[in-house]
């Protein structure tokens, strides 16, 4: 029988599901190897083919380490809160729980119509209850936790607690608020258990305070960063203002600099560590504070307190907790309007604009620390609240917003190193020396910098300090679908719940919008209070919250009694291979090492960081396709259509149409007509009967009608088909286009290896014959260049290296077990279900392929022992012989001499001299 790969797929599908294939223990005796995906968000739309590239990629390697003796975790689950959900049920008023059930359901077959080794008793799904009660259990653990500077790690909020009840808040060195109170045990011991509260609060990892935050009024919630786009949300296009609202936020600073450190002890791509590097921005520099003539300490933070003495004036952030106070009467209008302008930016927006200059004089003054001039303090919103201390010393001269600035408004530039070009050069060298300064004339860097901060903490005004840019992280949204804050508030401050209480599930609501008030959906629940009596908190967790730790509840997923059990994460430890997305870079690979590093300060993990080796997969590309409407004088589109190649002698705009009804760029005219009510009469100008689509490359998007859809791919080829061929379309990596004219090749290949182990009447054939040398060479060549392109994970050249073997194969006539039922085994990670079925009928019945033992390379079948010989008569090439390198010259001469081509040129006469050159040439002379 012909390769019949739906019933073969349909067959495997369902022999792993029922005999639970790739169900893994705990406990073996095998060397572990944990790999990992980024869990998708469930859309309604499904998948389409470039969605599952990573999936593919893990599912070969993992498929790899089991036959290499590993016993593999590898697991799916779905990241399943989220706006997109929520979104269709203010719509349509249907639960979000039910659309996402209906997603999910979805997507599974999808998977499973793949093929994967997922080790589905372990699925999780963030919005399950019985998950997110262990996420709402780590927040309580963060809530009750401070961070101890001197043993550098998170401890228990307990041990604060016993520390102010000995000694007070003396010698304790913590990440906290800025405005900690110092007091003595006594102190402490007579506050009201409201001022402890209040007093702890400034120092937990998980804190309420009033923060800046992107605020989306369509939307109903609170953006991070990442999805603003162009001052507008990125899911629906909606308006988004800067506004100041009370949020949690969690210490995310406090791990700053581990967080940096950790980078250095992991496989992951350069490109995303410099991401990871930039975001959280270490600097090195200088605390200095200006009094202001109102009373207000401005502390600046500056990398190059070297430039003091070019200060010409300061900038406050718009968001700066003092502007309503320094903005004088005669100014108030003119900050008000630039406040109002301000909100309409994102922070994002603001650091990428560098070219317009735009700010507001508050109409106040601060005093210069060391020279005493008075000091014009400004706002711009090119300063950032949330970076250093959202207030900069300007020196126009030393850099170049700055000058912009100075020179925009008319403020003065003062040099601050001679033989400075300040239009050119707004960066001063550190190599010159200074001037127009009381203390560091004629000085270097090296010099100056020293004496300046010396000076600068004698008078209580500066002193040396490490800056991050990364901000604590908001940790809160104002809508309904996610996790419940397991939290309620007595007198105004917040409380944990009991853990006895968890999970806090989500209640019913009677909409998903916030209220006519402005509080969040959860406010609409009824009767919803903790012990019938307080109020719980109504915001929701962030969407970040479920997957920062998931890849461990995967590991004990079904316990009920903890997060993960110490037998498990002791086991598993961590992610050996983690393959997702580039565009997570600043959001959950660093929230996820960042709840990764807390756990491991409270004991409950043993590593440090969660993922050892990561790969970022690139995108595959849309193929659009396009026809091309003839327009008229009047500039109107026609119901006219022109080919391709004939569209440059109308006037036509190019139109997309559905890739589906498109083949090798030829459309399918009768579904055209039938695709719209408008085509149904349309005219078409062919090419030779045919009409030919323009086409380009650009992102897969419904809106553009090129999404291919594996469902399609895999009825028309197969899943083993669509797994080759996605490996096949370059280096995994990188972007790359989808073009399904491309799938034919790998779907002929899969048919060539089928036919190895079949008869011309597709009788199954295989021999117990030994195979010989040439057969054996290219079924090592191929174990070897696997086994080095999936340990690179290079699998696009392995596909390459499958069809030459099969191939050669082909062409020996190979039919031989021995080599046959190797290659089975090789190819198996890539083309599951057509080796499975091969393995079976080669007479394999104890289980599946999946834990054959991946085959040795040996060697010695590639060495070289034999060379086929061009032969020369009088200098020309008559035939080529083939001789073993072992051979003699005499033996080689007495057959080269019989052959029955060379017999023909020599015409029976004695050779006068026979010249052999060993493994290259035999010329003979007559």
């Excluded at 999910?104 to 009660?133: A, C, H, M």
């Excluded at 380009?696 to 080759?724: C, W």
């Excluded at 699998?795 to 390459?800: E, K």
């Amino acid at each position: 029988m012909d390769y019949q790969f739906n019933e073969i797929e349909h067959k495997w599908q369902k022999f792993w599901a029922a005999n639970k294939t790739f169900k893994v223990d705990n406990t073996s005796e095998k060397p572990k190897y944990y790999v990992l995906d980024m869990f998708p968000y469930p859309s309604g739309a499904g998948l389409h083919v470039g969605h599952p590239l990573g999936y593919i990629a893990s599912d070969v390697y993992s498929r790899y380490k089991r036959l290499q003796g590993y016993n593999v975790l590898h697991p799916m689950g779905y990241d399943s809160f989220g706006l997109p959900a929520e979104q269709y049920a203010i719509q349509t008023g249907q639960h979000p729980a039910v659309t996402t059930e209906q997603n999910i359901n979805r997507y599974r077959v999808q998977l499973d119509k793949i093929g994967f080794s997922f080790d589905w008793s372990r699925e999780v799904r963030t919005s399950d209850p019985n998950y997110y009660k262990w996420t709402q259990w780590i927040f309580m653990q963060l809530f009750d936790s401070w961070y101890n500077k001197k043993n550098d790690k998170a401890e228990p909020i307990k041990s604060l607690i016993e520390h102010f009840e000995k000694h007070g808040s003396e010698d304790i060195d913590a990440v906290a608020d800025e405005n900690t109170n110092n007091f003595k045990a006594e102190e402490w011991n007579a506050f009201t258990d409201e001022e402890k509260q209040r007093e702890l609060l400034k120092y937990r990892l998980v804190y309420l305070r009033e923060s800046t935050v992107n605020w989306c009024a369509a939307l109903g919630t609170v953006l991070a960063n990442d999805e603003v786009v162009g001052g507008v949300s990125e899911r629906g296009g909606y308006p988004v203002e800067q506004k100041k609202m009370m949020q949690w936020s969690m210490r995310i600073t406090a791990y700053a600099e581990r967080l940096l450190q950790g980078l250095e002890t992991v496989d992951w791509p350069e490109p995303l560590i410099e991401i990871q590097r930039n975001w959280i921005g270490k600097s090195v520099g200088a605390s200095v504070k200006f009094d202001t003539e109102t009373g207000k300490e401005i502390e600046v933070f500056t990398t190059r307190v070297d430039t003091i003495y070019g200060t010409s004036f300061l900038v406050l952030a718009p968001e700066h907790e003092w502007v309503e106070e320094l903005t004088t009467d005669e100014q108030r209008d003119e900050i008000t309007c630039y406040l109002d302008a301000t909100k309409k930016k994102s922070e994002l927006e603001r650091m990428a604009d560098t070219k317009t200059v735009s700010g507001a004089f508050t109409g106040s003054y601060a005093i210069h620390p060391l020279s005493g001039e008075r000091v014009p303090i400004w706002i711009a919103d090119y300063v950032l609240a949330s970076y250093g201390t959202g207030a900069v010393m300007a020196v126009p001269s030393g850099d170049q917003r700055d000058y912009l600035f100075a020179k925009h408004f008319n403020l003065p530039i003062v040099p601050i190193h001679d033989q400075q070009d300040i239009e050119e050069e707004a960066d001063p060298s550190k190599t010159g020396r200074y001037i127009n300064s009381d203390i560091i004339n004629g000085m270097t860097y090296d010099e100056a910098v020293p004496l300046l901060l010396s000076k600068l903490e004698k008078l209580g005004k500066g002193r040396k300090r490490i800056n991050y840019r990364m901000r604590d992280a908001i940790f809160g949204r104002q809508r309904y679908w996610g996790e419940p804050v397991p939290v309620y508030f007595k007198d105004g401050l917040p409380q944990l719940i009991d853990e006895k209480d968890l999970p806090l599930v989500l209640p019913e609501v009677d909409q998903y919008l916030p209220t006519e008030t402005g509080e969040p959906p959860l406010a609409r629940a009824k009767d919803w209070k903790y012990r019938s009596t307080y109020d719980y908190e109504w915001s929701t967790m962030p969407g970040w919250a479920g997957s920062s730790w998931y890849w461990y509840r995967y590991m004990d997923a079904n316990n009920n009694d903890e997060f993960v059990s110490k037998d498990a994460v002791n086991y598993w430890r961590a992610v050996d291979l983690y393959i997702g997305g580039s565009e997570h870079g600043t959001g959950h690979l660093l929230y996820s090492r960042f709840w990764n590093k807390f756990l491991k300060d409270r004991g409950y993990v043993p590593e440090e960081e969660p993922f050892k080796k990561l790969i970022n997969q690139g995108m595959i590309q849309g193929r659009s396709n396009f026809v091309y409407r003839i327009v008229d004088e009047d500039g109107k589109g026609t119901n006219r259509f022109v080919s391709h190649g004939l569209k440059d002698q109308y006037k036509v705009t190019p139109i997309h149409v559905d890739v589906n009804i498109v083949v090798n760029d030829i459309l399918n005219i009768e579904k055209f007509r039938a695709s719209r009510k408008e085509y149904q009469d349309a005219e078409l100008i062919l090419e030779g009967g045919k009409y030919y689509c323009g086409h380009e490359v650009e992102k897969m998007s419904k809106s553009k009608f090129n999404v291919v859809s594996p469902d399609d791919i895999i009825a028309t080829y197969g899943a083993d088909t669509l797994r080759m061929y996605e490996m096949f379309l370059g280096p995994l990596e990188q972007s790359k286009p989808w073009n399904t004219n491309g799938i034919e090749g790998v779907f002929k290949f899969l048919r060539k290896f089928w036919k190895l182990f079949h008869d011309s009447e597709f009788n199954f054939a295989v021999s117990d014959e030994k195979a010989s040398p040439a057969e054996l060479k290219a079924l090592h060549k191929i174990i070897k260049k696997v086994q080095e392109d999936i340990d690179r994970f290079s699998f696009n050249t392995s596909i390459s290296a499958f069809m030459i073997c099969v191939n050669e194969l082909t062409d020996l006539k190979c039919n031989k077990r021995d080599v046959l039922q190797e290659l089975c085994i090789v190819l198996s990670p890539y083309a599951p279900h057509i080796t499975e079925e091969l393995w079976e009928k080669l007479g394999n019945q104890a289980g599946s392929l999946s834990f054959a033992n991946y085959p040795t390379f040996n060697p010695q079948y590639l060495v070289e022992n034999e060379f086929e010989y061009p032969v020369s008569v009088n200098g020309k090439v008559r035939t080529k012989i083939t001789f073993s390198l072992d051979l003699e010259n005499s033996e080689i001469e007495r057959q080269s001499l019989e052959n029955e081509d060379i017999q023909r040129y020599t015409e029976g006469k004695t050779p006068k001299k026979i010249i052999i050159v060993k493994g290259r040439i035999i010329n003979i002379v007559v």
